[in-house]
């Protein structure tokens, strides 16, 4: 406990008081805010253009949602505050870790896992986001362990699996990757424990019930299976089987930022990366020579459908399952050394790892509130928007959400095809009458040629060193 505590207080004295512009938490923090104040869930003036149907869907599931209700009823839209109540969950998530492996391995092993996920440079620097990943690993981990204990029990346990099928259901409206345990489960009990069939199928008909009750109780409109059928439509299957191939390589490669933290070639992380990630595959492959159990199972879709999803999101996507990462590669290496080495060997690891993670750490010190959303420039906009913009206009630009998050006016975000005909096919559909364009790295100004190109059509109203704002006369 005291590992779990001093990581997670540790990881809070990273939380920055300003905050990026990814628009994601935007879209979650809008439906918590509709949740709190009885409007209706998908009213977030975010608008779904077809045009960019890759982008993100009309709504998010209401799991995480309704996680951040109390923080939204509380602090508002401090995202400071708001950062400070997930750390909650990045406590549990730790804690769960701890659940699930402390009769798996030993103590060291244990207190060393612990410690590397909870100072890993990535894991604490996802803490300054308020995404739904780690909150996700934590209902992921409560699942598995709520179904180690179910497996093992002698008794029949129908109320357990019932929970199972509820947990599962709102772990998967948390975040969407846990779907993967209902098929494993499925292939473990039919392949090894058919005693337990009963069992599967009153927690298949919970989940169901959850899963279908939830989305109809908040309306959620969801595209994602059109999402998925759009990024594969009119590919031959050579070309399907390079861009799987290509996703399984980058996220491999993913594993190298555990550590440190989207900073490759420092020589210890390049280390440590390549001999957990040989022994992760090792201790994989032994346990499924041996007889796989669900956990394999889980690991192989897990993979399966992180490769197959559209877009790639790098590490992110595979929190929930660094504790089976560690635990596979910890324990092939224990299984096959003797004490001494091992202890040796995990030795050299943690410390190679720890260099990697201060490397990680050393430049993300940073408590300023004056970048992304919370910058001076940024505010300067948001105020500008809120005085001149109508309310019920809608503005095109490449972070919507955000936008419609700080503005209370409707966002809609830029088509995927740059060109003049596809910009005024959007522009006139939707009837939008602002277009805003930035300046900040890693986010063009989709259009800005065009725009620029035709003053008559588009009139600029506002500008500051990171922002532009147009008047579109062509509706």
């Not at 869930?41 to 982008?55: K, L, S, V």
């Not at 390049?270 to 199972?297: D, H, M, Q």
């Not at 505010?379 to 959400?401: C, G, H, N, W």
Request: glycine share 6%; net charge negative; with cysteine.
């Amino acid at each position: 406990m005291v590992i779990i505590f001093s990581c997670t207080v540790f990881a809070g004295t990273f939380i920055h008081k300003g905050h990026d512009w990814g628009d994601d938490f935007a879209m979650y923090l809008m439906h918590a805010e509709n949740i709190a104040s009885g409007k209706d869930y998908g009213d977030t003036g975010f608008i779904f253009n077809e045009d960019a149907p890759m982008y993100a869907p009309q709504d998010y599931a209401p799991g995480f949602p309704l996680l951040l209700v109390p923080a939204v009823s509380l602090f508002g839209q401090d995202l400071y505050y708001i950062r400070i109540y997930l750390l909650l969950f990045y406590g549990l998530f730790l804690f769960l870790i701890y659940l699930l492996l402390k009769d798996k391995v030993a103590d060291i092993t244990l207190y060393a896992i612990l410690i590397l996920l909870g100072c890993s440079a990535f894991i604490v620097l996802q803490a300054n986001n308020i995404l739904s990943d780690i909150p996700g690993a934590v209902f992921f981990l409560f699942t598995l362990w709520l179904i180690e204990r179910a497996l093992s029990s002698k008794k029949p346990a129908y109320l357990q699996w019932i929970i199972i099928g509820l947990t599962a259901a709102f772990a998967c409206s948390v975040r969407s990757t846990t779907i993967v345990i209902i098929p494993a489960l499925i292939i473990f009990v039919i392949s090894a424990q058919r005693t337990k069939w009963k069992q599967l199928v009153w927690m298949l008909v919970s989940f169901l019930t959850c899963s279908i009750s939830l989305n109809a109780l908040f309306d959620v409109r969801s595209n994602y299976t059109n999402m998925l059928q759009l990024h594969y439509d009119h590919k031959s299957f050579a070309e399907i089987a390079q861009q799987l191939w290509i996703m399984l390589l980058d996220y491999t490669d993913a594993y190298e930022d555990l550590f440190i933290g989207n900073m490759h070639g420092i020589a210890t992380n390049t280390i440590v990366f390549n001999c957990l990630f040989l022994l992760f595959v090792a201790g994989l492959v032994k346990r499924l020579i041996s007889g796989p159990t669900y956990l394999e199972w889980i690991v192989i879709g897990y993979w399966a459908l992180v490769v197959i999803w559209p877009g790639y999101q790098g590490l992110r996507y595979f929190i929930s399952l660094l504790p089976v990462y560690l635990l596979y590669a910890f324990g092939f290496l224990e299984q096959f050394t003797g004490k001494k080495i091992y202890t040796i060997a995990l030795s050299v690891i943690f410390l190679l790892a720890a260099i990697s993670i201060a490397s990680g750490l050393v430049n993300a010190k940073d408590t300023s509130a004056d970048y992304g959303i919370t910058s001076a420039s940024a505010i300067s906009l948001f105020t500008y928007i809120q005085s001149e913009v109508p309310e019920d206009a809608i503005i095109m630009s490449a972070k919507p959400r955000a936008v419609s998050y700080k503005t209370e006016r409707r966002g809609i975000v830029f088509p995927d095809s740059a060109d003049e005909k596809s910009l005024k096919k959007s522009l006139d559909n939707y009837q939008i009458q602002y277009i805003l364009l930035n300046a900040y790295p890693g986010y063009p100004a989709y259009g800005e040629s065009l725009i620029k190109q035709d003053t008559l059509s588009y009139r600029e109203i506002f500008k500051n060193e990171h922002w532009q704002l147009f008047s579109y006369a062509g509706n």
